[in-house]
Every structure is written in C-alpha cells, then in structure tokens.
T-cell receptor
Framework: DAKTTQPTSMDCAEGRAANLPCNHSTISGNEYVYWYRQIHSQGPQYIIHGLKNNETNEMASLIITEDRKSSTLILPHATLRDTAVYYC????????????FGTGTQLKVEL | NAGVTQTPKFQVLKTGQSMTLQCAQDMNHEYMSWYRQDPGMGLRLIHYSVGAGITDQGEVPNGYNVSRSTTEDFPLRLLSAAPSQTSVYFC???????????????FGAGSRLTVL
C-alpha cells in the first residue's frame, strides 16, 4: 500500500470549513483513498473513500487531484464534535488484509 | 444491531497473568482484526482473521494469541502479560461494498489494558 503524509495538527474555527490534506505521491492506479477519524478514546470511524472522482456523503467531501498524488478531506461546517484525529489511508480494495493506520492529523475545532 | 462489542472496557493485570479480551460482531462479517494503540502512535495490527478457522499475524503479533471458532467471535489472548502490553486494544470487522469498491472497517469501543 502507498505511504501517506499528513500534517500533524490543524486548527479550525467552528462553523468554518476544515480542509485536511493528504499526500500520497506513490499511489498506484488501483489504490483507493480512505479517510477515517478517531474521536478521543473511541474506536476509529469510517468517513469516506474515493478512487479518481470527487466524492461527497453526509459527513464530508473528498477531493482527489487529477494526478491522484494528493487529496483533501473537507468538513464543510466544522463543529466542536469534529475534533478528532483524521487518518488518510491508501490501499487496494480487496487486496491484502493489513490495513495500516499512520499517526493522522489532530484536528482541533475551536469556538 | 450492536455492531462490534468489546469486553472488558478496562482491565488491570499483574505481570505474568493471563487474560482474554473478547470481541463479538453481529454483522456477519468474515474479516475481523485486532489493533493496539499506544500514546502518540497510530493503530498497529496484531492479528486478523478472514473467516472462521483462519487467522494470521499482523505487524505486532508477539505475546498474543487468537482463534476464530465462529464468525461472530474473535478473542485475543495474552498468555503472560508484560508491561509493554499496556495499551488500548481495538477490535474491528470489515465489510466490502463491491459496487463502490469500499472496504470499510467497523471498530469496537476499545479495551484499555494496564499491566503492572
């Protein structure tokens, strides 16, 4: 699976959009980008995934660059409850069982 | 539908004691896994199972045993606990959505283990 690079931490004002970047420059053509988050002391939670196209669901939007070497997770109207560690993971869907989590980005949403 | 249930939530052991962390899921998922999470670190895969009767090692398997006798249950055993095994343990099960290519893990709430 391709390696990902994320900033260690980010801050965001409540009500504003939170844009979390992820670099995956070694991604291959059959690898998906997944995002999970972990609110303090809880188990990680799946947010969204994508291959080439931008994706949106009830939680967030995922923007993948045309060369697929980076992506951005967007929380359109961040709330205090979105304070969490966000993990960007790249892997081949259905291929392999060793899903690897890095250290992620600590997002702090403040008033 | 309870999802993934882990017990106990908290446990304190003495060095050399043994114990089992329980994990159960009611989603009929074939794949289940155990992770540990230490302060300032991401999750590290301990063991995983792709179905009843089949288990395999992850990144950090030493000191842990698993078995998978049913689809629902995937217990993690510490045969002789060591202080280095103080950690938060998460169990997860996985489902694939073939139409979208999604490979989604559902995690339990975690079990916090302290070994003195």
């Amino acid at each position: 699976d391709a390696k990902t690079t994320q900033p260690t931490s980010m801050d965001c004002a409540e009500g504003r959009a939170a844009n979390l970047p992820c670099n995956h420059s070694t991604i291959s053509g059959n690898e998906y980008v997944y995002w999970y988050r972990q609110i303090h002391s809880q188990g990680p939670q799946y947010i969204i995934h994508g291959l080439k196209n931008n994706e949106t669901n009830e939680m967030a939007s995922l923007i993948i660059t045309e060369d697929r070497k980076s992506s951005t997770l967007i929380l359109p109207h961040a709330t205090l409850r979105d304070t969490a560690v966000y993990y960007c993971i790249v892997r081949v869907t259905g291929g392999g069982n060793k899903l690897t989590f890095g250290t992620g980005t600590q997002l702090k949403v403040e008033l | 539908n309870a999802g993934v249930t882990q017990t106990p939530k908290f446990q304190v052991l003495k060095t050399g004691q043994s114990m089992t962390l329980q994990c159960a899921q009611d989603m009929n998922h074939e794949y289940m896994s155990w992770y540990r999470q230490d302060p300032g670190m991401g999750l590290r895969l301990i063991h995983y199972s792709v179905g009843a009767g089949i288990t395999d090692q992850g990144e950090v398997p030493n000191g842990y045993n698993v078995s998978r006798s049913t689809t629902e249950d995937f217990p993690l055993r510490l045969l002789s606990a060591a202080p280095s095994q103080t950690s938060v343990y998460f169990c997860a099960s996985r489902t694939w959505y073939l139409s979208s290519g999604a490979n989604v893990l559902t995690f339990g709430a975690g079990s916090r283990l302290t070994v003195l």
